[in-house]
């Protein structure tokens, strides 16, 4: 597909052409109708409808800055930017409190691959999304979401081109060919150094603004404020969120770079943290319970010489990546295919595990109640008349569809029946109000194992994940622990295989295998 600008470079050069008999006026009119078909479908009829706005963005960079440009494009179609909220994966999805309820007030996703009915404009830079029903959308894969919005949705660029190379290199860990080390993005600390030209200063700002919004993106109304409050710069970005942090009661850039140096040297004597030949191998972390402790590249700083780092969370989550900051890797090495085929070969043991929809259920909402707490203690000018869970998406039956379709035990979603009508509302009501013998009817709905956990998992070559293990209940730390070690049992035959240095060498090595097979 030709983009926005893409379409004008090529009018440009034909409208310029003798042959080519064709006016200014209708010159104009082709490419302005050009341009509007790359942003957001039917934008103008949406900005009659919907005179004001609230934004849902992920909790991270590419989000606030995704939040940001949204704002600007809005805003040029004359719609008020009222509010945002933040919104993340896993069980915290589902703890995201609902559109206000004004019938005036549009509600926007971006930077998020998962859908609600409720948005009625919905970007992201992902394959694929699910949930996504009649909802203006704009998908474009690449490695940012904000790159889309500032450069493809908008007719002119929001963000300047510097500043979106970078939150693209940060958003896809992009390190190596931009000559990027560990320390540099560890760092909360910008001081504008005069030896260094104007992109290296900003890169410097960027990566203190990215740890800023590691630390604090979990504080309620922080991000939120963020955004609001930043024009589309970084050194707007960074400067508003030093700002933010003090009025807010927050520790300071220093304190937070104090934790990070602290954070460092207890992993250094982390006992869980060993190297395997070419791979890193982490379980959990030590305690990172102050600000700005906790950074994913801190181990990789320590081990620079690795090619690849896995890390196992305790609640559920195996990650493999490549290191980001080398430079080649061996092209035979898939990480997305070798946690595909490790958890294919569990496969007949999971699919014999069936899960009920009440405790899909019950584990997806557990962060209701806590994120319920936190917003009511803050103001209602931040977050509304948030009253009870009611006020919250929680996980509807509707998730379950968008999240496992075929793979529903007890149920046919596409067959109406009374039966269906009944999981429907039960499901669609919050999971702290539902009685014992409604939960015993949720019991007859299941997925099995095997089909959760592929379908909240997935990744590329140098990067993946396997995920919905928590799903499992008691049953989750056994099967972490040896899919993660299969992981590194596969990873390692292929990648610390040591060549043999010479003939006579590989023949005495398999004259050894023929003995040990004797």
């Known amino acids: 597909m030709i983009e926005g600008n893409d379409i004008l470079v090529v009018y440009n ?36 409808r919907y005179p004001k706005a609230q934004i849902y963005f992920h909790l991270d960079l590419d989000g606030v800055v995704s939040a940001i440009a949204m704002r600007e494009y809005l ?43 409720e948005f009625k404009i919905h970007t992201d830079h992902h394959d694929s999304q699910t949930g996504v029903e009649d909802a203006a959308t704009q998908f474009k894969s690449a490695r940012s979401n904000v790159e889309t919005i500032s450069g493809i949705i908008s007719p002119t660029d929001i963000f300047p081109t510097g500043d979106i190379d970078l939150f693209r290199t940060v ?24 030896e260094k030209d104007i992109e290296k200063n900003k890169q410097a700002a960027g990566f203190a603004l990215n740890k800023l919004i590691l630390a604090y993106k979990n504080k309620p109304g922080f991000l939120e404020k963020l955004a609001t409050y930043s024009n589309p710069s970084i050194v707007s970005m960074f400067m508003k969120g030093k700002q933010l942090a003090k009025d807010m009661g927050f520790v300071g850039v220093e304190e937070l770079q104090s934790n990070a140096d602290n954070y460092r040297e207890r992993l250094r004597d982390f006992e869980k943290v060993k190297k395997e030949g070419k791979i890193l191998v982490q379980y959990g972390i030590p305690s990172a319970f102050k600000p700005g402790s906790y950074d994913r590249y801190a181990s990789l700083e320590m081990h620079p010489d ?8 305790p609640m559920g989550l195996i990650q493999a990546s490549c290191n980001p900051f080398k430079s080649k890797f061996d092209e035979n090495v898939n990480l997305g295919d070798i946690a595909s085929e490790v958890l294919d070969g569990f496969k007949s043991e999971l699919e014999s595990i069936d899960v009920p929809l009440s405790q899909i259920k019950r584990i997806s909402e557990r962060s209701v109640t806590a994120t319920l707490q936190k917003l009511m203690k803050q103001s209602d000018e931040d977050f509304g008349d948030v009253k009870s869970e009611k006020d919250f998406f929680g996980f509807r039956f509707k998730d379950l569809i968008a999240l496992y379709k075929d793979n529903i035990k007890g149920i046919n979603p596409d067959k109406k029946s009374s039966f ?14 539902l009685t014992y013998k409604q939960k015993k009817v949720l019991d007859y709905v299941s997925v099995n194992a095997y089909d959760i956990i592929k379908a909240n998992s997935g990744g590329h070559p140098c990067i993946t994940n396997i995920s919905g293990i928590n799903y499992l209940g008691k049953l989750g730390n056994d099967f972490l622990k040896r899919i993660a070690k299969r992981i590194l049992d596969k990873l390692s035959e ?17 004259l050894k295998e023929f003995r040990n097979n004797v």
């Open 306 to 313: 690795v090619e690849y780092f896995l890390m196992i969370w």
């Open 13 to 48: 050069y034909l409208y310029n052409m003798k042959s080519l008999l064709i006016t200014k006026k209708q010159f104009n009119s082709i490419s302005e109708s050009l341009i509007t078909e790359s942003g957001i479908q039917d934008i103008k009829k949406i900005a009659e």
């Open 420 to 433: 269906n009508d009944l999981i429907t509302d039960i499901a669609n009501r919050p999971f702290s109000d």
């Open 494 to 510: 292929k990648v610390n295989e040591e060549e043999p240095t010479s003939l006579s060498e590989s023949i005495k090595n398999k």
């Open 75 to 117: 805003q040029r179609y004359g719609i008020d930017v009222i509010g945002y909220k933040t919104i993340q994966y896993g069980d915290k999805e589902f703890a995201l409190v609902k559109p206000d309820a004004n019938e005036d007030v549009m509600p926007v996703l971006v930077d998020f691959a998962h859908g609600k009915p």
């Open 171 to 194: 958003d896809s860990a992009d390190f190596h060919r931009q000559g990027i080390k560990p320390e540099d993005v560890i760092s909360f600390i910008f001081n504008l150094d005069k």
